[in-house]
Structure formats: C-alpha cells, structure tokens
C-alpha cells in the first residue's frame, strides 16, 4: 500500500476540542501548505473566554472522574488503549500531520507517529510505578514526602514535530494525575485535535484532554496568565519563552517547563571515523530540513581532517530531490511558511555578505513550495549570522580548529546549550570533553536522539529551563508535599 495521497481528500478537523466535542470557530489566520504555498484552511484563534472554557471544563473534568484518585492501573490501562487507537490510526494522522506540516508522510507512521505512541506507553508505565515516601525523623513522628499532581497543566507545542511533541506533553502530564489544555501551533493543530478525539475513543475522561487554537498573543497568552493554570509545559523558541517566563511573572507566579532553542555544535577530531561522522552530520542539518531544536547546525572540525569530511557532508548534500509532503518517495521537508524562508535566505545572504564562502545552496529550489537548499558554509568566524542566530533551517557552517581548547572555545555558544556532537575514537577525549561540553544532551560518535525514552531532554543556559521525557518529565508534572504526623 502506498502512503501517497491527494491533500484534497483529506477531512480536516477545524475547531476546539473542547470536554467531549469539536467546537467549530471561525477561521482567523490563513494557513499554507507547505509544500505547494496553496492556501487551503483557516485557524481560529480562541480568546481568553474560549480559554477560560477548556480550563473549567478541565477542572470538572478532574473533579468529577477522580482521574489522580482511580486505581494507578485504570489510569495505566486507559493510557495505554489510546496508544492502541493511535497505532490503528496511524495513516490518517499522518495525513493530517503531511497536509499542513513540513513532516513527509513516508516519515510518519514509522517514525514521528510510532515514536509518539512509544513515549505514551512509556509514560503510563510511571502511573502505578512512582511513589510517595517515608523519610526518616525524629522518634516520635512519622515523615512522608507525598506527591499530587498540579491539577490543570496548560502545555503550548511548536509546528516543527507536531504529533511527537504533543505526545511528549500529553504522556506525562496525563499519567501524573492532571488535565490537559493544548494549543499547539497555529500553522499546524489537526493532529493534536485528533489524538484528543483517540482519547474520548479511549475511554480517558471527557475533558482531560482540550485542544485551543490560536495564536502565542491572544491564546498562548489567555493560557499561561489563567489563574486556574498550575503549571505551564513550553516547546518553542527561547523569544517565545522569554516572552511566557515575563507573562507568568506579571500575572501570578507558576512553574513553567521551558524546552527552547538551539544552536548545536558537532566537533569532529581527526581520528574519527570520518563517513560515519558525515553521515550523522549531514542527516543532522538535513532532517526537516534544519527545522530541529537540536539540529546540529555548527561544525566545529581538526584542521587536519577538514578536506575530506567536508567532501563526505557535500556528497550527502547532493542530489536531494523537493517534493510534496504527500508523495511517499519525499524524503526532504519544505520550509513551514515564505515568511520564514526569507528569513533563513536574509541570515545566509548577510553571511555571505560578510565574508563566508558558500560551498553547497544558499538559495531556494526549483519547486511550488518553500523549500530551501542544503547549505553549507564556510569561512565564517563567531560573529557571522549563521553562527550566532538560531537558522531553524538546513544551514551548516564551518569552524576549524588546531587543538582541544580551541575546539571548547568554538564549541560554547554565548546563549544556547541545547545538545552537542563528538566525534573522537579517543575514549579518554570523549569523556573529558563530554564533561566541559555546555549542553544539555551531548551525542558521542553519534548525533540525534535514539528511541531511548528513558534518556530526559532540555537545554543549558537560554535553551530551557526543566526536562522533556525521562523519568523527569513525570515527576515535572507532580508537585510535592511534606507531612509529619506526631505519633
Ligand atoms: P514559537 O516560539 O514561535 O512558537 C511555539 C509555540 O508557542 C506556538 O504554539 C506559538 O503559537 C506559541 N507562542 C508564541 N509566542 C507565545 C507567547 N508569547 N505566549 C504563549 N505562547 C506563544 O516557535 P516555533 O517557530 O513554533 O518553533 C520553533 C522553535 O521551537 C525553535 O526555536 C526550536 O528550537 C524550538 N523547539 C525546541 C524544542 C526543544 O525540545 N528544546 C523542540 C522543538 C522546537
């Protein structure tokens, strides 16, 4: 069976969803298709009455299903049957996921889809797993740390993993005992729409999971000020997060978990193994076409070895064919909006324009949609814009140096640490540099994430604040209390 289908075909669920039904709404911001720039559909943006409704409507929703209180195994067991609905839905989520997103279909339901429906298994797995504790006091006294959830968890998702990072908000935030209000993003909400409808199927509560269109402005705003809000989960940039970390200090204090940008360095020694670093270099900056938080974006090389790696990474770079999302033989993603290609396309020219070389690309391809060319920079020092800026697109510069204090140097950016690559067959090196690596997540002799889900994700420095997956993630979405009881 082929996976390719005609965008036209597809029913879109266009609303709110909010308790156990879509709410229709008028459109209020036109979307594109990546792929071919076509206008096909229009996002409503839910005000903060329309906020205030899913947050009410979820506060019922704890109340009256004792979601926290039930037995562990129910909650477990229901989590795990929307898995199940997830997995035999599979080829219209990624449908829905292909239309208005830069993800291909072909990537979908063995990848992203698959992934997401792991990290839910995952995460229910903690719901009868994870307990409060007994601590040791005084004679006389019984010590316990208890664990609660927050209640309402207000989550906000980015358009450049829609699926996955809705999962990596919905799994733990649900097997901890809360509800849910989602907004994911405005250029791509229909599979966050229907995995609230999954769960409904489920058989989780109706009102545990709601689903608000809209914009960072009005929505993302309405959602991170609701009183009722107790705890806000963030995937986006570190402006974004900048902008929601002022909104809760102004309008009541509430923790926040903050997953942010990036701007990773891969530092490959000479004695690599040199194919397979290119391999994962290239895969790197070429998977959704740069659009990853932890897309390696700055190659920081050995002078020694700079000639034949950079030949490896242009070979990889060669020959990638723009189609439709929708076409099963798409391997290479568009850009998600003309705004953001001009950007990209403005940060590669004032590089150039500053001295850099352009080895490979620095232009859009020859297709109907935004798709911008593998790119790949050289000549450019700690200041180009390349450097610096997060790109969000397949953009790779080019840093040499002669020693490992260089290679720190380089390495350390002045506001990101989100992951990093190394490449070495010294195993002492890999250890010592792994240690002085400011990032939260370094890969050596490999780059990107594995289908490890017990392994937590999060940024140093402007790149987050908190962790995504891992046991962490679970325990994130649960606040503490201490209790003493005199005996
Ligand atoms: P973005 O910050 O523009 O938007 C992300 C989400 O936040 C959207 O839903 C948007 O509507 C909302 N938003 C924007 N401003 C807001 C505000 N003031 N208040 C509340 N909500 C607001 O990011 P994007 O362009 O959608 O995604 C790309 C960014 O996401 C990149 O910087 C990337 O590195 C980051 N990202 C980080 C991770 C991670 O795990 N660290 C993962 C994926 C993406």
């Known amino acids: 069976m082929t996976l390719s289908f005609d965008p036209k075909d597809v029913s879109l669920p266009i609303g709110h969803f909010i308790g156990d039904r879509l709410v229709s709404a008028k459109g209020a911001i036109q979307m594109h298709r990546p792929s071919d ?9 839910a005000d903060s009455d329309i906020v205030d409704q899913a947050v009410q409507t979820a506060k019922n929703a704890l109340k009256s299903s004792n979601w926290d209180g ?4 129910e909650r477990l067991r229901l989590l795990h049957r929307w898995a199940d609905l997830i997995e035999q839905d599979a080829v219209n989520l990624a449908q829905l996921e292909a239309v208005s997103s830069t993800r291909p279909v072909g990537q979908l339901v063995d990848g992203d889809i698959a992934v997401s429906i792991e990290q839910i298994r995952f995460f229910a797995e903690f719901a009868d797993k994870e307990s409060s504790a007994l601590v040791p006091t005084d004679d006389g006294s019984l010590g316990m740390i208890m664990s609660e959830p927050y209640g309402v968890v207000g989550a906000i998702t980015p358009w450049n993993f829609p699926i996955n990072m809705a999962a990596w908000k919905l799994g733990p935030a649900l097997a901890a005992g809360n509800a849910v209000v989602l907004k994911p993003s405005e250029m791509t909400p229909f599979s966050s729409i229907r995995l609230a409808e999954l769960a409904l199927q489920a058989g ?5 999971i709601n689903v608000v269109l809209g914009d960072g402005m009005t929505t993302g705003n309405a959602i991170t000020s609701h009183p009722d809000i107790a705890k806000v989960s963030f995937t986006g940039s570190t402006r974004a997060g900048s902008a929601i970390m002022e909104n809760i200090a102004r309008s ?3 923790p926040m978990t903050l997953e942010l940008g990036g701007k990773s360095p891969q530092v490959v020694f000479a004695d690599a193994d040199l194919d397979r670093a290119a391999a994962a270099i290239t895969a790197s900056i070429i998977s959704n076409a740069g659009q990853a938080c932890v897309a390696g974006s700055r190659l920081i090389v050995e002078n020694s070895c700079v000639e034949p790696l950079v030949e490896a990474i242009l070979r990889g770079m060669a020959d990638i064919k723009p189609r439709f999302t929708w076409d099963a033989a ?7 909006s003309e705004r953001q290609r001009q950007r990209i396309a403005d940060i590669v020219r004032r590089t150039v324009a500053a001295g850099a070389e352009c080895l490979t690309g620095g232009d859009f391809m020859d297709a109907p949609g935004y798709f911008y060319a593998p790119t790949l920079l050289a000549g450019v020092d700690e200041d180009s814009p390349a450097v ?3 790109v969000f697109g397949p953009v790779l510069t080019i840093q040499t140096f002669e020693d490992e204090e260089e290679a720190m140097t380089l390495a350390d950016h002045p506001s990101y640490g ?3 690559g190394l ?11 792994t240690r002085r690596l400011q990032a939260g997540t370094v890969w050596v002799n490999r780059y990107g994430r594995s289908r490890d889900h017990i392994l937590p994700t999060g940024g140093y420095k402007q790149s987050g604040i908190g962790k995504d997956l891992g046991r962490e993630a679970f325990q994130s979405n649960r606040k503490s209390k201490s209790v003493l009881i005199s005996l």
């Not at 720039?37 to 943006?45: E, H, I, S």
């Not at 989780?204 to 545990?208: D, E, T, V, W």
């Not at 798409?330 to 998600?336: D, E, G, H």
């Open 37 to 45: 720039g076509q206008a096909y559909a229009d996002c409503p943006v």
């Open 70 to 73: 039930i037995r562990p195994r």
């Open 204 to 208: 989780l509560p109706a009102g545990l």
């Open 252 to 254: 009541g204090i509430k």
């Open 330 to 336: 798409s391997q290479y993603s568009p850009i998600i």
């Open 388 to 390: 610096i800026d997060e």
């Open 418 to 420: 989100l992951a990093a």
């Open 423 to 433: 490449f070495t067959r010294d195993l002492s090196r890999a250890i010592r540099l």
